[in-house]
């Protein structure tokens, strides 16, 4: 079984018929935007987006015993993981509605929804329907919406998703992946599908991810991969909910079989120096 549901995690673990082991990796879901839409392009909203979502709680009560703690695409024992990354992603929905208030949102006529110029804010988050993102997705509208956001959770299947990413979404979108050593420039670097197809406009963050994927030194590596990572959080150039092991079940009676945890086999000559040094 891999990856083991969180709902049966510790059902199979209390299972002797089943050995549990883990890949050591831990990932973590993350909003981000089209930068195409005007809404998106303000720091001060997507900054008031975070404050609204108590991303910690939401993994929490989620992930239960699969709950790792940290913010960011690189968990622990990954080069470019930061533990201080979280300090920018407080919950303080008091906060997201001032902040709101600052660029002309509020909620004049009592609906619930903030609008502005008479125009109520409305704009979609659209996730994939495998476990666990639409709990996450859920969990987290439902904040937005208790903050005042104009926003609907559009779930659909996964082929649906990677259709509508590369089509130009022209909304929020969530992902979840990318968490070994080159996911940060998979998802964020110059030359990343994703990247391009949100219209993101990151020139420090690229030049960073560049210099990264040919720096031998593994110190200096890892600088280079927190301050892009900073460079992408710090802005709120997406929204990180908190990191989550990956496990996978055998049967005990099974004898050499490795489980197979494919989101460690992203191994390219783009990002990985070792291929040809």
């Known amino acids: 079984i891999s990856p083991v549901p969180v709902s049966e995690l510790d059902r199979i673990k209390d299972d002797t018929g089943y050995i549990v082991q883990t890949s050591g990796l831990e990932c973590a879901p993350w909003i981000f935007f089209d930068m195409t839409v005007p809404l998106f392009q303000d720091q001060k909203f997507r900054e008031a987006m975070s404050y609204a979502i108590d991303g910690e709680a939401i993994s929490r009560n989620i992930e239960q015993g699969n709950y790792a703690g940290g913010c960011g695409i690189a968990g622990r024992g990954v080069p470019g993981y930061d533990p201080n990354l979280c300090k920018y992603f407080g919950y303080d929905p008091e906060m997201a509605k001032s902040l709101l208030a600052e660029l002309g949102w509020e909620d004049t006529d009592g609906d619930g929804v903030v609008e502005k110029d008479g125009e109520p804010m409305n704009f979609g988050l659209e996730i994939w329907s495998m476990?666990?993102?639409?709990?996450?997705?859920?969990?987290?509208?439902?904040?937005?919406?208790?903050?005042?956001?104009?926003?609907?959770?559009?779930?659909?299947?996964?082929?649906?998703w990677i259709d509508d990413l590369f089509a130009g979404p022209q909304k929020a979108m969530m992902a979840s992946g990318f968490c070994t050593d080159g996911g940060l420039n998979?998802?964020?670097?110059?030359?990343?599908?994703?990247?391009?197809?949100?219209?993101?406009?990151?020139?420090?963050?690229?030049?960073?991810?560049?210099?990264?994927?040919?720096?031998?030194?593994?110190?200096?590596?890892?600088?280079?991969?927190?301050?892009?990572?900073?460079?992408?959080?710090?802005?709120?150039?997406?929204?990180?909910?908190?990191?989550?092991?990956?496990?996978?079940?055998?049967?005990?009676?099974?004898?050499?079989?490795d489980p197979l945890f494919w989101t460690a086999d992203i191994t390219t000559e783009q990002n990985n120096v070792w291929v040809d040094k």
């Open 186 to 257: 998979g998802v964020f670097g110059r030359d990343s599908a994703t990247a391009q197809a949100m219209s993101y406009d990151m020139p420090e963050v690229y030049d960073l991810l560049d210099q990264a994927n040919v720096t031998v030194d593994e110190g200096q590596r890892d600088a280079m991969l927190r301050e892009a990572q900073e460079g992408i959080f710090s802005q709120y150039l997406a929204i990180p909910m908190r990191h989550r092991g990956n496990y996978s079940a055998i049967r005990s009676w099974a004898q050499d079989l």
């Open 131 to 160: 476990d666990t993102m639409p709990r996450y997705g859920e969990a987290i509208v439902i904040q937005l919406q208790e903050a005042g956001f104009g926003v609907e959770l559009q779930t659909v299947e996964f082929g649906t």
